[in-house]
Nanobody, 113 residues
Framework: VQLQASGGGLVQAGGSLRLSCAAS????????IGWYRQAHGKQRELVAA???????NYADSVKGRFTISRDNAKNTVYLQMNSLKPEDTAVYYC????????WGKGTLVTVSS
């Protein structure tokens, strides 16, 4: 399984970005995809996840602002991020979880105040 994350960039506080995680390979082998982020000097944390069945869960810090969704035809998971705050600044990674775990390269999100 290979994961390609994209969509990061620089945005002002209050703005929006949409991240994409495109999966290729044996995509049937995992149970879902999660978005994680790691801010400078901090541990990586789960932001949102979506299972193969469509169940979602979110970190409390992003509930009501971020939405995770998937397009099965494109093997792509999206993270729509609205009302961005400076504290959302981080490198965002997507992870495919199941019997094994796969990580994609991160995409940097910078939110200016």
């Amino acid at each position: 399984v290979q994961l390609q994350a994209s969509g990061g960039g620089l945005v002002q506080a209050g703005g929006s970005l949409r991240l994409s995680c495109a999966a290729s390979g044996s995509t049937f082998s995992f149970n879902g995809i999660g978005w994680y982020r790691q801010a400078h000097g901090k541990q990586r944390e789960l932001v949102a996840a979506i299972s193969s069945g469509g169940s979602t869960n979110y970190a409390d810090s992003v509930k009501g602002r971020f939405t995770i969704s998937r397009d099965n035809a494109k093997n792509t998971v999206y993270l729509q991020m609205n009302s961005l705050k400076p504290e959302d600044t981080a490198v965002y990674y997507c992870n495919a979880y199941g019997a094994e775990s796969y990580w994609g390269k991160g995409t940097l999100v910078t939110v200016s105040s």
